[in-house]
């Protein structure tokens, strides 16, 4: 029978017997860090997300308004913050807490 030969381990967390793909699967799931906009929205690599209030941006002697579109973001590995092109800045690092998606 196919699947008789595949390696079972014991996971301590949960206290079960599964296999060691099932294991590595759920290990790489706690692993992932979900960014999430203002309302709860999950982001994601290209998404669209617009400001949900105006922003000074430090260095660039600019601010943006609420309403902005910002195409194409980036997630950075941290919960709360994310890479973002807009003409005219560079490097523009905005927090998910003041982007709610489109």
Known sequence: MPGDD???VYDEESGEWMSAADLADRRAAA???EVRDAVGNLLADGDQV???KDLDVKGA???LKQG???KSIRL???AQEIDCKFPGIKGLVLRAEF???R
């Open 6 to 8: 595949e390696d079972y």
């Open 31 to 33: 692993d992932r860090i």
């Open 50 to 52: 617009t400001l949900i």
């Open 61 to 63: 002697g600019q601010t």
């Open 68 to 70: 902005t579109v910002i």
């Open 76 to 78: 950075t590995g941290d």
């Open 99 to 101: 982007v709610r998606k």
